[in-house]
Structures are given as structure tokens and as C-alpha cells.
């Protein structure tokens, strides 16, 4: 009853907005009606679209992303409706989406369905032709963030590699990019890729899933210039310009530290600070919402001065627009989010990020936070490495650090990236399914 209930909803929502269905072709949604919410690939595809899973053996890449209508997971929904699944497959941070970022995922069987799970990370990051033999489809549906090292889309690029390979047919039913709203930072050079950045694509590449696999696939990425059997369900309303509250969709982490649409904004730039002797904020209650060390004693007097003053609201201070207020908290473990944080158990002083600028504006952002760091770990004699090796596969060359310890300005280090990211902007036009955002 749930499912049908669903279904009505899902058709009246497409009823209600006066366009034909998306399909998997490169017709844009026409509608610029801004009183109902995206509908998302999935969601098509089960109120419109079901005729492309008849008779087919099926596979699913999924996680606890998956859902339509914010609250029925697909794979529920699916087998349910009597589709043939074989298995699922989970990225990173597991099916339900319950593991640590970088930590170990299992084989396992799904409790509420009883399908085995095949994790697609670690040593197993493409499916092998085992796990493809006995299926004739597979479909990812998972939320992306946007940024070139979350690992969705690396996991979406090995199966894509695999499809090919065994002339199966890969099915991305699309959602929206909460940062596909611009395209920005640096570039991935040749010798830096890694499963945080396996193709030469900006830190912000401003493409949902379906856009990202249709260039992969497109521009010949793929092992040997292979292509796969690619079918893209699009989404129903969706318009690059769109941020994610305009979208109507409810956020679900797609991540365990990406708990809120704030962070996930944040989340292209803080992440560079993975590279460096920082905290983020794992470990805490505002994950990825927030920059700050041990050894700052920048930060830490600002923090003392409030309390001595016996300020009620705590100072702060703002690079190109982004504003933070200071801050200190200890990393602590938090059981399925951070089970071993950077600085665990160790007081951090920083800040806390509070407002919204544009895409331009939070990269220079990050670039003056990375000088500041810098600067200060000079002037309290830094005992532990302030740059780690993974910064450099993090911003896709050692450029970034180079430029860093040479005091170059943020407008100097801003514009090394930006020839690059210019011609990718030309490349990117060629694959859109969506309007752009100019």
C-alpha cells in the first residue's frame, strides 16, 4: 500500500508540472516552475519507466542515498515491485552507510532484503566478471556531492570499466548536484590520479552522476578507450543554477560526515585541510563545518581574549566573504561517523564557518586559510609535518603546496588553475542533460 501511495504521488507530481517524461537521451527538462521539487531519476524511472527493467537480471550500486521521496529505499522498492535483483554493490562507507571514511567495507547479506552485498571498496573497487555473469543491467543510483575526490564517482568509473568489459548495460538514474551550480579549482594532473581523483576534471566539475558517466564515457576515459552500454534516466525539473534547497529534496548524508547540505557546500574546499596538520571537525558534532589545529595560538588567544573579555558571542573574521566565528572543541570517537579523528582527544582552536559566498569566493577562501596556516606554523615552530603526502592527490599535484610555501598571493595561485579550468569548462558543455548556470 505504501508503494502505490507512492507511485500516485510520483505521477501526480508529473502530471502537475505540464512536460514530457526525461528519458535517457539529452533533452533538458523545459519547466522553470519553481513550486514543486526535483523528481529524480529513480523516482521516474519507478512512476514512468518500469517497462526498461522488464525481463532483465539486475544489479544495483546503491547506498543509504538511494531513496525516493525521501523515505523508500530503491532497492526496497524494486524487489518489491518483483525485479529480478542478483545483488547489490556498496561504495564507500557501505550500503546503509554505516563505515568510517577509508575504513574496511565486507561482503556481507542485507538484513532487510537477504541480498548479498558486494562492497566495490578496497581491493575490490570494480565488480568482476563473476559478480557481472549472471546479470544483464546495472543500475547506479547514489548521491554525489560534486567535489573530484568524493569517491562516488571514481566507484561509478570502475563500473562503468567492468559494463564494458562484459557488455552489460549500466543504468544512472540521476540525481541533482548540490554543487553543480559552478565549476572551479585546480585540475588533475597526469601522475596524481588516485581513487580521489581518477580523470583531469576540476576539484568542482559542476555535473550530476548521469552528466559525469555520459563525459567519461564520451571522451574515451574508460581502460582502452572503451565504451560502456550507458542509459541515463534523467531527472524532471533540475537546472544547474539551482542550489540544493531550490531542488525541494530532503538532505540524506551522503556520507557520515556529511551531515548537513551546509557542510557538503563547504566540503570542495575544508577538504584540502585532510592534506594538511588540521581538523575538520571530525569527530565533533559540525563535521566538515569547521577548520582548526592544536598548535594554532592564533586562534587559541582570540578564543582566550573572548573569554577574558566575557564576550557572549565569540569574535571572528572573514576572508573574501566567508565568514567564521572562532572556535574550540575536542575530536572525539563517534562509533559509525569518525572512529579514530585527527587530534582525538586533543583541545582544537579555529573556526567555525557561518555564511555562503560564491564559488570564486570560497576557493580564495580556502587559499588564504591554507597561508594562514602557513604563516603560523612558522611562527610556532610546527613540530609535525604541516603537509601531508595525500594533499597533493587531494588537489591533483603538488602545485597547491609549491605555491604555498612560496608565498604567492591568492590571486597568483587562483589564477594558475584558471586556462585549465576554462577548456574544461568547453569540454563540460558537450554533456550536459541540464540547463547551465549562464
Not at 12 to 32: F, Q
Request: with cysteine; proline share 5%.
Amino acid at each position: 500500500m505504501i508503494i502505490t501511495h507512492f507511485l500516485a504521488s510520483l505521477l501526480w507530481l508529473s502530471a502537475c508540472s505540464g512536460r514530457p517524461a526525461s528519458g535517457t537521451g539529452n533533452t533538458p527538462p523545459e519547466s522553470d516552475s519553481t513550486e514543486q521539487r526535483v523528481l529524480t531519476g529513480a523516482e521516474v524511472l519507478v512512476a514512468e519507466k518500469m517497462n526498461l527493467l522488464k525481463g532483465r537480471k539486475v544489479a544495483i550500486v546503491a547506498n543509504q542515498t538511494s531513496l525516493l521521496n525521501g523515505e523508500t529505499h530503491l532497492v526496497d522498492t524494486l524487489k518489491s515491485l518483483g525485479v529480478d535483483i542478483k545483488r547489490v554493490f556498496a561504495p564507500e562507507h557501505g550500503f546503509r552507510g554505516d563505515h568510517d571514511a577509508g575504513k574496511h567495507v565486507s561482503n556481507s547479506k542485507d538484513i532487510r532484503t537477504g541480498l548479498p552485498v558486494v562492497s566495490l571498496y578496497g581491493s575490490n573497487k570494480k565488480p568482476t566478471p563473476a559478480q557481472l555473469a549472471d546479470v544483464d543491467l546495472v543500475i547506479f543510483d547514489i548521491q554525489d556531492v560534486g567535489a573530484r575526490f568524493y569517491t562516488y564517482i571514481s566507484t561509478l568509473a570502475y563500473v562503468m570499466e567492468a559494463c564494458a568489459e562484459q557488455k552489460k548495460t549500466l543504468m544512472v538514474l540521476d540525481r541533482p548536484n548540490p554543487n553543480g551550480w559552478y565549476v572551479e579549482g585546480p585540475v588533475l594532473q597526469e601522475g596524481y590520479q588516485s581513487f580521489v581523483g581518477l580523470h583531469k576534471i576540476p576539484t568542482v566539475h559542476g555535473m550530476t552522476v548521469g552528466e559525469y558517466a555520459t563525459m567519461v564515457n564520451q571522451e574515451g576515459w574508460l581502460k582502452g578507450g572503451a565504451k560502456c552500454l550507458l542509459e541515463v534516466v534523467t531527472c524532471k525539473g533540475y537546472k544547474h543554477a539551482m542550489k540544493w534547497e531550490e531542488t525541494g529534496l530532503p538532505w540524506i548524508a551522503p556520507s557520515p560526515n556529511l551531515t548537513t547540505e551546509y557542510s557538503a557546500y563547504l566540503y570542495p574546499m575544508l577538504c584540502w585541510f585532510e592534506g594538511m596538520a588540521a581538523s575538520v571537525g571530525r569527530g565533533t558534532d559540525h563535521p566538515f563545518e569547521v577548520l582548526a589545529a592544536p598548535w594554532h595560538k592564533g586562534y587559541h588567544y582570540q578564543i582566550r581574549r573572548d573569554s577574558a573579555m566575557g564576550n557572549e558571542t565569540p569574535s571572528g573574521f572573514q576572508y573574501y566573504g566567508l565568514e567564521a566565528s572562532y572556535i574550540q572543541f575536542t575530536p572525539r570517537a563517534i562509533a559509525g561517523k569518525s572512529s579514530n579523528p585527527e587530534y582525538l582527544g586533543r583541545p582544537c582552536y579555529g573556526a567555525k564557518f557561518q555564511n555562503r559566498v560564491d564559488g570564486r569566493s570560497l576557493f580564495m577562501a580556502g587559499i588564504a586559510l591554507a597561508k594562514n596556516l602557513e604563516e603560523e606554523s612558522h611562527n610556532v615552530k610546527l613540530a609535525e609535518p604541516l603537509y601531508k603526502e595525500s594533499l597533493s592527490l587531494l588537489m591533483g599535484s603538488n602545485a597547491f603546496e609549491t605555491m604555498v610555501k612560496a608565498q604567492k598571493t591568492e590571486e597568483e595561485i587562483y589564477q594558475s588553475w584558471q586556462p585549465e579550468v576554462d577548456r574544461f569548462k568547453i569540454m563540460r558543455k558537450k554533456h550536459l542533460l541540464y540547463p547551465d548556470f549562464n
